[in-house]
């Protein structure tokens, strides 16, 4: 099944991409500051809600990753 049709799927694939754009940017800083619009600013917004909302994000993986060890 598709990641869009299935809601936990999708909230994971988020996840994962706020995850992986606030680390990315934390070892490159310039390749997402330099693509703040347009399609590829999707990355540099991802990164942003990273950081600013690490604690919540944090939660939200720990909870994910219960979630998939439990089969639910």
Not at 12 to 26: G, P, Q
Not at 50 to 67: D, H, K, N, Q, T
Request: aromatic content about 12%; some cysteine.
């Amino acid at each position: 099944m598709s990641a869009l049709f299935n809601f936990q799927s999708l909230l994971l694939c988020i996840i994962l991409l706020i995850c992986t754009s606030t680390y990315l940017h934390s070892l490159w800083p310039g390749i997402l500051d330099r693509n703040k619009t347009g399609l590829r600013g999707i990355f540099w917004k991802c990164a942003r809600i990273g950081e600013r909302l690490s604690p919540y994000i944090s939660l939200c993986c720990v909870f994910m990753a219960i979630r998939i060890f439990l089969g639910n």
